[in-house]
């Protein structure tokens, strides 16, 4: 299923861990980018800003193809 904006999704962990971004900066990804819910605030291109407001951090874009629909 497609994400689009207003959704609530999670970071997949194999996706996300394996990318290029990971390679590019630090790879130690906390664990709320896969255990709590997040909201795509806004999408260009193939990624998504999405806000984790469960705990108080920046926003984060992701690929779209590294998140799914939170369940």
Do not use: C, H
Request: no cysteine.
């Amino acid at each position: 299923m497609a994400v689009k904006k207003g959704n609530m999704v999670r970071a997949i962990r194999e996706k996300l861990e394996n990318s290029l971004e990971a390679k590019a900066s630090d790879s130690r990804f906390p664990s709320y980018l896969f255990e709590t819910q997040g909201e795509i605030v806004d999408i260009k291109g193939d990624y998504a800003l999405v806000k984790f407001g469960q705990v108080p951090t920046p926003n984060i874009w992701l690929k779209l193809e590294q998140l799914e629909a939170f369940a």
